[in-house]
C-alpha cells in the first residue's frame, strides 16, 4: 500500500491489484474515500470538509503523477 503523500493527516495512497477507474484513497482517522483521478468525482466513502478540500486540492496539482503511479502499480488496467 504505497502512501503518496501525508498532509496534515491526510494520508493519500495509491494501492496495486485495484480496479477501474483510476482512483486515489484518501485516509483520515476513521474516514476514507476514493476520489476518481481523471474527474475528481468521489466514488466512495465519506470525509469531514475540511480534509477533502486537501485531497481536492492535491489532486488538482498532482493529477498526472496520480494517474502515472496508477498504472505502475495496476499496468493491466492500462
Same mark, same amino acid.
Given at each position: 500500500?504505497?502512501?503518496?503523500?501525508? $498532509?496534515?493527516?491526510?494520508? /493519500?495512497?495509491?494501492?496495486?491489484?485495484?480496479?477501474?477507474?483510476?482512483? #486515489?484513497?484518501?485516509?483520515?482517522? !476513521?474516514?476514507?474515500?476514493?476520489?476518481? $483521478?481523471?474527474?475528481?468525482? /468521489?466514488?466512495?466513502?465519506?470525509?469531514?470538509?475540511?480534509?477533502?478540500? #486537501?485531497?481536492?486540492?492535491?489532486? !488538482?496539482?498532482?493529477?498526472?503523477?496520480?494517474?502515472?503511479?496508477?498504472?505502475?502499480?495496476?499496468?493491466?488496467?492500462?
Amino acid at each position: 500500500m504505497p502512501q503518496i503523500d501525508l $498532509i496534515n493527516g491526510v494520508k /493519500i495512497n495509491i494501492y496495486n491489484g485495484d480496479h477501474r477507474p483510476p482512483h #486515489i484513497h484518501v485516509l483520515y482517522n !476513521e474516514y476514507e474515500i476514493t476520489i476518481i $483521478i481523471e474527474t475528481r468525482e /468521489i466514488y466512495s466513502g465519506r470525509m469531514p470538509k475540511k480534509q477533502l478540500k #486537501i485531497a481536492e486540492k492535491w489532486l !488538482e496539482k498532482n493529477k498526472t503523477e496520480a494517474l502515472d503511479i496508477f498504472y505502475q502499480l495496476n499496468p493491466e488496467l492500462k
